[in-house]
């Protein structure tokens, strides 16, 4: 109705006298990334090895950088939702083997038991069982992974012992996990991420549906109890796996995988990919790089330069650090790089992966519309996703008339001073902006 009204002639008239440029597009853009930065990178760590807390998030608070903790449950201290095998009594599968062989109709139910005594019973007959040996011959080798199967079944009937779901025998909170939910919470509050790595790290391609749900839907409501929501958002399967059938189980209940990219905007080259990430013909771009003891500061640079030059989202797998941990890296590699990362802040916005991820979500998803009247441009942003989860600001780019040279910008009770940037001609002004909030404005603030 307001649009209509001010067509009228008289109304056009009265504004027409004070402001003979009335709604007048303002060319409005959201920037790719943050703060229209060039690139963005996203630091993560698996497994929540110790010196990742005493060594890294130190390092990380000098320089303002976030990273993103994918934490196993069940391994931090005081965790309420425990390991267990989902399914029938585990000694009626065991009975059962000795009549009826492996087969694949039933070698997921079993392997899950079997994981499951092996890692959280710590069943002596089951040492050197591997999950991730079997689910590697159920795809190469199918009648491989049955004999496994059928070997270990084998052992623990010769040994008479007695297995129930209860306890586990597994070390936790031992010397090795020292970290407890209330160091996780003090890490949130400074701007971290946690987030889920399942309860016990199990590989998933060898656990059938019921267990693989367990392991992650409990991982989840514990990570939702002790940290909150905003918590839930990111989930990494241990291992970096990338199963068909594992896919649509995790990947359905999580906003968020570390081990798929589902959006169709953005192309991802994930950790074991070789390709070139800068041939990709996608807007968005994800690349993972996983640093191994072995890989050189060189190569690592290398990542953040390309990732600039490219408008690259740069995913970084972290695992040990010093001596702990998968393939760690020393605390002076790891001091240097996060200087080279704090060094290209002015072209790399720096955020947790929920943030990166959401970013993107939600600048493909918005709208903008801008218009100037006079010495004030209007702007409003929305976007089409749940705003409850989808909370970050984006960053909005308006040209500005050539006179202009300092800006006040409001959105509802946030006032801000905004300058001026040059480029190509144009003068412009860059400033962070709440989507589906009050429309924004942008106000010549000085002559
Ligand atoms: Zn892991």
């Known amino acids: 109705m307001f649009a209509r009204a001010v067509s009228t002639p008289v109304a056009f008239t009265l504004l027409a006298l004070s402001t003979p440029v009335w709604g007048q597009e303002a060319h409005t853009e959201i920037t790719k990334w943050q703060d229209g930065k060039a690139a963005c990178i996203s630091l993560t760590y698996d497994d929540a090895t110790i010196n990742q807390f005493r060594i890294d998030i130190p390092l990380l608070n000098e320089r303002h950088i976030p990273g993103t903790f994918f934490v196993i449950t069940g391994d931090i201290q005081g965790s309420k939702y425990q ?90 909170g031992d010397s090795r996990w020292p970290v407890t939910w209330d160091d996780l ?59 068909p059938r594992v896919k649509p189980v995790v990947a359905s209940r999580f906003a968020l995988t570390r081990n798929w990219v589902t959006d169709d905007f953005m192309e991802g080259f994930l950790r074991d990919d070789r390709r070139d990430p800068t041939t990709s013909t996608r807007e968005y771009v994800q690349w993972q790089r996983g640093p191994l003891s072995r890989t050189s500061p060189e190569l690592m640079k290398s990542w953040v330069d390309t990732s600039i030059a490219h408008g690259i989202w740069l995913v970084l797998v972290f695992h040990g650090v010093e001596g702990i941990g998968y393939e760690p890296l020393s605390t002076d590699a790891h001091r240097a790089y996060y200087d080279y990362v704090a060094d290209h802040q002015s072209h790399l916005w720096i955020a947790t992966f929920q943030d990166g991820g959401k970013y993107a979500r939600e600048r493909v998803n918005s709208k903008v519309t801008a218009s100037r009247s006079g010495d004030v441009i209007t702007v409003t942003v929305t976007h089409s996703l749940d705003p409850k989860v989808y909370d970050l600001p984006l960053t909005a780019r308006t040209q500005v008339p050539a006179e202009w040279t300092l800006v006040r910008f409001r959105e509802g009770d946030d006032v801000r001073w905004v300058p001026i940037t040059r480029d190509g001609g144009n003068s412009w002004v860059i400033y962070r902006i709440m989507p589906n909030g009050k429309a924004a404005t942008l106000e010549k603030a000085a002559n």
Do not use: C, W
């Open 185 to 243: 919470r003090r890490y949130a509050a400074q701007g971290h991420e946690i987030a889920n790595h399942s309860v016990t790290h199990p590989f998933m391609p060898a656990l059938n549906e019921a267990n693989i749900e367990y392991e992650i839907e409990e991982a989840n409501q514990e990570i939702l109890e002790q940290m909150g929501p905003k918590h839930t958002f990111s989930i990494e399967a241990p291992y970096g796996i990338d199963d």
């Open 83 to 172: 390991p267990a095998f989902v399914g029938r009594p585990v000694m009626d599968i065991i009975r059962e083997s000795a009549t009826v062989p492996t087969t694949k109709e039933n070698i997921l139910e079993r392997s899950s038991m079997l994981n499951y005594l092996a890692t959280v019973q710590m069943a002596p007959e089951l040492k050197g069982f591997s999950a991730q040996r079997v689910g590697g011959q159920m795809r190469r080798d199918p009648s491989a992974a049955t004999a496994t199967v059928d070997a270990a079944l084998a052992k623990l009937r010769e040994s008479g012992a007695s297995y129930t779901v209860g306890r586990r025998k597994s070390p936790v």
